[in-house]
């Protein structure tokens, strides 16, 4: 059977006009995916894509109707690497742990399992009592480049920052940042890009060594408690490829995300100088501007579902099995659901609740949401507050991550005028 014999038909129509236009790792679609998006919503909003094997989902409530039945739409395949891994690449990842399922490819009592013994971690109150530190971090990183006058503001603030709450919530020394880092790179482009063998090998063994460091980490947590969250899940029925699993998952999520998060709400702001301006002259509107960020650009775009039976959605039947992949970047630009859906506006949130798909939904809502949001909040407050004139630097060019899961720049050059009073 070829590929245009599994692609179903609606109302007796092909269903695959968008297969060949769809090229998510290349530009332009690679910096500006919104208009495609667009185009999918209103011609093919459920298609088949021969780069991912799969089906993309792009209008808001398909995937919403979607992330509320976990029965029927699977978390299992959510790690699956775009392409098949060589022979190579396993041999070097069977040398880590055994992979066993995460919180974000796992069901039912198996994700709720490996949830609970988190919950207390990352309860309101306390994050709330991690604000202290997190401003401190903010502001103690801006203080190594504010006498610049210019900065790659990502290299040395969106990306640092969220990086060092999570290596304080684990308590990791911050002299082993650079390496996390790498790895927690490498990591995204072996389960999110498509990848040459020896990039696959190379990116395989850095999740290995990430392992390993969490894997001793735990080690001297069973020796010396200390109150972090390491020694908050030693009580717990979670086994040690359990923890070395979920560990990883959550330095890689608790600080790629919310530093996209950040650099992609800045890069939005400073495009519109007067967006920024507002920004700096009423910090009690941020909240806000963080949730329209998560809603304009989102930092997770996609995420994967397998159907465990025959399904219906959206008309488009599908069988048993079937790989899809709900866009969260498209569903949160639906004009169905939200008016002017392609413009950034800071005072969509300011009044109503929140109800982008930024985080997920339902079970598989991100356990870190608050903490992001939270981290978010401090890196505007603080930088509006100190960089009140922040501009970017004319003439650059915005290159982004070619990864699936991920979205946001590699660079963000910012520059500000030393005459001001930081």
């Known amino acids: 059977m070829n590929i245009q014999d599994k692609i179903p038909s609606k109302q007796g129509c092909p269903f695959h006009q968008l297969d060949a236009e769809y090229q998510p790792f290349v530009n332009p679609q690679l910096e500006e995916p919104y208009s495609f998006y667009e185009l999918a919503r209103k011609e093919e909003p459920i298609f088949y894509s021969s780069v991912l094997n799969g089906y993309l989902v792009t209008g808001y409530n398909d995937i919403l109707a979607i992330l509320k039945d976990p029965v029927k739409y699977s978390s299992k395949d959510n790690l699956q690497p775009i392409g098949e891994y060589s022979l190579e690449t396993i041999d070097v990842l069977r040398t880590g742990f055994p992979f066993v399922s995460d919180l974000v490819n796992s069901d039912g009592s198996r994700h709720k399992f490996l949830k609970e013994p988190l919950m207390k971690v990352f309860a309101p109150a306390r994050i709330k009592q991690m604000e202290d530190s997190i401003y401190a971090n903010a502001n103690r990183l801006i203080d190594a480049f504010i006498d610049e006058g210019r900065v790659d503001i990502l290299e040395q603030f969106a990306f640092p920052m969220p990086l060092e709450v999570i290596l304080n919530l684990y308590g990791v020394p911050l002299e082993g940042m650079k390496n996390i880092k790498i790895w927690c790179n490498d990591m995204a482009e072996l389960f999110s890009a498509p990848l040459t063998p020896e990039r696959q090998v190379e990116c395989a063994r850095s999740f290995v060594a990430l392992q390993y460091m969490v894997a001793d980490l735990i080690e001297q947590r069973r020796k010396a408690p200390q109150d972090d969250l390491i020694s908050n899940i030693q009580d717990s029925d979670l086994t040690m490829p359990d923890m070395v699993m979920v560990l990883c998952g959550l330095i890689f999520a608790g ?38 960020a998560l809603r304009y650009d989102a930092p997770v775009p996609t995420v994967n579902r397998t159907t465990t039976g025959t399904v219906e959605i959206g008309g488009v039947i599908l069988p048993k099995n079937t790989k899809l992949f709900l866009v969260y970047g498209s569903a949160n630009r639906d004009e169905s659901q939200y008016k002017d859906a392609q413009e950034f506006d800071i005072q969509r949130f300011q009044q109503t609740t ?31 507050s100190r960089l009140p004139n922040l501009r970017l630097q004319p003439n650059q060019q915005f290159n982004y ?22």
């Open 354 to 384: 929140p109800n982008h798909l930024a985080f997920g939904h339902g079970m598989h809502r991100c356990i870190g949401s608050k903490l992001a949001l939270t981290e978010a909040r401090i890196a505007l407050e603080v930088l509006s």
């Open 401 to 422: 991550i070619p990864t699936l899961r991920s979205r946001g720049c590699t660079n963000l050059h910012v520059e500000w005028d030393l005459s001001v009073d930081s």
């Open 255 to 292: 600080h790629k995300t919310t530093s996209f998060l950040i650099g992609n709400a800045l890069k939005v702001l400073l495009e519109k100088p007067d967006l920024w301006q507002t920004v700096c002259e009423n910090p009690s509107i941020i909240p806000g501007v963080v949730e329209e």
